[in-house]
């Protein structure tokens, strides 16, 4: 039997690819920068170890789940801690369950399709006529640089120029659903 690609891949090559952004993801449900790197350092070492012994054909998605259950047991441990020492602090409860509760979702990115799409076409607006017509074409209707710069009657580093600039600013605007983006896509 011939060992798999994923197989081949080095712990340190895993969690240069990473790391970064699965903290980011978990920090978003954890609020906790030390426990998200915890968690995630935990996380990516079992899968590399996994990933030893197992053929995984998603690695992103396999990592995905795992982040996911992962940050759910820490949230459901918080969840029993807290109902233990009796809290009188309520709206930390919610909150809890309010997290656990979304990353239970398998859907939780559709929670946020709506408002990611309005930042997306609010952010289009902004645009200078020629970058948001060119944005449209490629990331839209898909068209390659070469058929946006023939119908637009640009030079293809004219179009490249406008998709940087064009994606620097959706960057920008949608920071704040990166680490989401990442694992939807």
Same mark, same amino acid.
């Given at each position: &039997?011939?060992?798999?690609?994923?197989?081949?891949? #080095?712990?340190? !090559?895993? /969690?240069?690819?990473?790391?970064?952004?699965?903290? #980011?993801?978990?920090? #978003? /449900?954890? =609020?906790?920068?030390?426990? +998200?790197?915890?968690?995630?350092?935990?996380?990516? %070492?079992?899968?590399? %170890?996994?990933?030893?012994?197992?053929?995984?054909?998603?690695?992103?998605?396999?990592?995905?789940?795992?982040?996911?259950?992962?940050?759910?047991?820490?949230?459901?441990? *918080?969840?029993?801690? =807290?109902?233990?020492?009796?809290?009188? *602090? #309520?709206? @930390?409860?919610? *909150?809890? $369950?309010?997290?656990?509760?979304?990353?239970?979702?398998?859907?939780?990115?559709?929670?946020? +399709?709506?408002?990611?799409?309005?930042?997306?076409?609010?952010?289009?607006?902004? %645009?200078?006529?020629?970058?948001?017509?060119?944005?449209?074409?490629?990331?839209?209707?898909?068209?390659?640089?070469? $058929?946006?710069?023939?119908?637009?009657?640009? !030079?293809?580093?004219?179009?490249?120029?406008?998709? /940087? @600039?064009?994606?620097? @600013?959706?960057?920008?605007?949608?920071?704040?659903?990166?680490? &989401?983006?990442?694992? %939807?896509?």
């Amino acid at each position: &039997m011939q060992p798999t690609a994923l197989i081949e891949v #080095s712990f340190d !090559r895993l /969690y240069e690819t990473y790391f970064k952004r699965s903290v #980011s993801f978990v920090k #978003s /449900y954890v =609020h906790d920068e030390v426990v +998200a790197e915890d968690l995630v350092s935990e996380t990516l %070492m079992k899968v590399w %170890m996994y990933t030893k012994k197992n053929d995984v054909v998603n690695l992103k998605a396999f990592l995905y789940k795992s982040l996911r259950n992962t940050t759910l047991d820490y949230l459901k441990k *918080e969840r029993l801690q =807290h109902k233990t020492t009796d809290s009188s *602090e #309520s709206w @930390m409860s919610d *909150e809890l $369950e309010l997290r656990i509760s979304l990353l239970n979702s398998n859907c939780y990115s559709s929670i946020f +399709a709506t408002e990611i799409d309005q930042i997306f076409q609010d952010t289009l607006s902004k %645009m200078p006529p020629k970058r948001r017509k060119v944005i449209e074409l490629s990331r839209i209707e898909l068209k390659s640089n070469k $058929e946006i710069a023939n119908e637009l009657g640009l !030079r293809i580093k004219g179009v490249d120029y406008h998709i /940087y @600039m064009g994606l620097k @600013m959706l960057r920008e605007a949608l920071k704040d659903y990166l680490s &989401m983006l990442f694992f %939807m896509g």
